[in-house]
Every structure is written in structure tokens, then in C-alpha cells.
């Protein structure tokens, strides 16, 4: 359905489309280096800041378990500091 209609059919005012970016090959280069394990600590501490700014949404707290699961080590005797500081700031 274009927006021309479903601005008709809702009752919304149609807003204008953004304008068209040219694409350049710089737009699909990778980054130089990458660290998942550092990302998805970032992931976790983002994930548990807007917990805590909205502790009535489960999907937050979904994600933020969800996360803080894949940090998790594989060996239980073993625990990261950060996400031992993590992991006490949920409980």
C-alpha cells in the first residue's frame, strides 16, 4: 500500500520521504578490527542502563539476560569481574 493511501485510510497527515543519499563503496567497508567479546560487554552495560531507566519493559530485561548469558563463562568456577559487577547489579 503506498503512503499516499494508508495517509488516507488512517487519517495521517502523509509526511514527505527523506531525500535519496548517494551510496559509495566507503559505505560497505568493515571496520579495521572488531572485538565481539568488547561489544557485546558494551551491549550488556547499554542493555542493563535502560533496564534500569525502564524496569516495567521485559524486553529489556530479556535482552540483558539474554547478553549477559552469552558472557557468561563456559567454566562456572570462572568469572569475568565485569560481569560478575554486572551480574550483581540485576540481583
Known amino acids: 500500500m503506498c503512503r499516499r493511501c494508508l495517509a488516507v485510510r488512517t487519517g495521517v ?4 520521504l527523506p531525500p535519496v543519499r548517494r551510496v559509495t563503496p566507503a559505505d560497505f567497508e568493515q571496520p579495521a578490527k572488531l572485538d565481539p567479546v568488547a561489544e557485546l560487554h558494551q551491549l550488556a552495560a547499554d542493555a542493563l542502563a535502560a533496564y534500569r531507566a525502564d524496569t ?20 562456572a568456577g570462572k568469572r569475568d569481574a565485569d560481569l560478575t559487577g554486572l551480574l550483581s547489579a540485576l540481583g
Open 56 to 75: 516495567s519493559n521485559a524486553m529489556l530485561l530479556r535482552e540483558c539476560r539474554a547478553t549477559l548469558a552469552l558472557l557468561l563463562p563456559k567454566d
Open 13 to 16: 497527515a502523509a509526511r514527505p
